[in-house]
């Protein structure tokens, strides 16, 4: 299975012209969104707290966390993002993608939008 990227805006709220645009991982299996610290510091986003994130391996990690505008697709989402190492590929969580109505499709790898926005969870069968 191949991997998906999307070039991404990450702006700041309080001064939405302070943005840094990158090519992101899309990754269903992560949450939150990930930048690394040194683009979140250039456009004036700091640290709002912090959570405890399990990685792939199943080790636990502290990391510090924001808020901003995510930016793909024509779409505006605010959420939650990550300050990664320096040198950490930039990803974006599932919250953002399900929130402006996007998923991936998993013949193809390719983002597609949702005829509507999920408000809730579909039963299974």
């Known amino acids: 299975m191949g991997a998906t990227h999307i070039t991404v805006t990450i702006r700041n709220p309080a001064m939405p012209r302070r943005s840094w645009e990158g090519l992101f991982l899309v990754d269903t299996g992560a949450i939150d969104s990930l930048v690394p610290r040194t683009h979140l510091k250039d456009i004036g986003l ?45 990803i974006l969580g599932v919250t953002a993608l399900e929130s402006v109505g996007i998923e991936v499709d998993p013949r193809n790898q390719r983002l597609k939008r949702m005829p509507t926005t999920r408000l809730k969870l579909l039963k299974k069968a």
Request: hydrophobic share 35%; glycine share 14%.
């Open 46 to 90: 700091k640290p709002k707290g912090q959570r405890i994130y399990e990685l792939a391996d199943g080790s636990e990690v502290r990391m510090d966390i924001t808020t901003a505008d995510i930016e793909f697709m024509g779409e505006v989402v605010g959420g939650t993002i990550i300050f990664g190492d320096k040198d950490t590929e930039p």
